[in-house]
């Protein structure tokens, strides 16, 4: 079965600018996290989507990051304006079951650079 | 709240050499634990996991870890290493049904020839 794919890879912005990570979960997976590792910081939780509901925004940094799962498929992760803290290695997940205790599938990451 | 500490940020072995890594967590009851790997440009991949049981947890690529209650500790450990375990880990706890992930900082590693 195909993995956790998230696009783009890489991504390099002015302050200011909007970028858009996607992610696609594997085929079937209600459950679908965001995550984000600041440079040399711990990867921490950002919310959890279960189908096209939010089930868990608690870890969202602020009403610059907007995420979307329209028709429980694919999420998007916006950033609107971006600052240079945002920059950092954000990463996808998705599970068939909604705890975190069976262990998720990661996607490899997008790598945002704000400049 | 939960937490996970991993002491060392860089640990450099030769190939060959036995390697541990270490990891402590707070947690107010038994805690679901957790090591991922992540290779250049790869995502994270789960090496095993800790739910109950035989507190010596087998996993993949000849890893193993030990929980250790009294010490808090989820410390990973391979016998021999390969230059192909090169990565950085990372430690994880959650707690009962939640659906987060508390991560700890990470532990890269840099193996010799």
């Known amino acids: 079965e195909a993995g956790v794919t998230q696009f783009p890879s890489h991504s390099v912005i002015e302050k200011g600018q909007t970028v858009t990570l996607r992610c696609d979960p594997i085929?079937?997976?209600?459950?679908l996290y965001w995550y984000r590792r600041v440079m040399g910081k711990e990867i921490k939780f950002l919310l959890h989507?279960?189908?096209?509901?939010?089930?868990?925004e608690s870890g969202m940094p602020n009403n610059r990051f907007l995420a979307e799962r329209t028709g429980g498929t694919y999420s998007t992760l916006k950033v609107q304006p971006a600052e240079l803290e945002d920059s950092g290695v954000y990463f996808c997940?998705?599970?068939?079951?909604?705890?975190?205790?069976?262990?998720?599938?990661f996607g490899s990451g997008t790598r945002l650079t704000v400049v | 709240a939960q937490s996970v500490t991993q002491p060392d940020i860089h640990i450099t072995v030769s190939e060959g050499a036995s390697l541990e890594l270490r990891c402590n967590y707070s947690?107010?009851?038994?805690?679901?634990l957790f090591w991922y790997v992540q290779s250049p440009g790869q995502g994270l991949q789960l090496l095993l996991k800790y739910f109950s049981g035989d507190t010596l947890v087998q996993g993949i690529k000849g890893f193993e870890a030990e929980f250790k209650r009294s010490q808090s500790s989820f410390n990973l450990r391979k016998p021999s290493v390969h230059w192909s375990d090169a990565a950085e880990y990372f430690c994880?706890?959650?707690?009962?049904?939640?659906?987060?992930?508390?991560f700890g900082t990470g532990t890269r590693l840099q193996v010799t020839l």
């Open positions: 989507f279960v189908k096209e509901s939010k089930q868990d």
């Open positions: 947690y107010g009851a038994t805690p679901y």
């Open positions: 997940a998705s599970s068939q079951v909604g705890t975190a205790s069976y262990g998720y599938t």
């Open positions: 085929s079937g997976h209600d459950n």
């Open positions: 994880a706890v959650v707690g009962g049904t939640a659906s987060k992930l508390t």
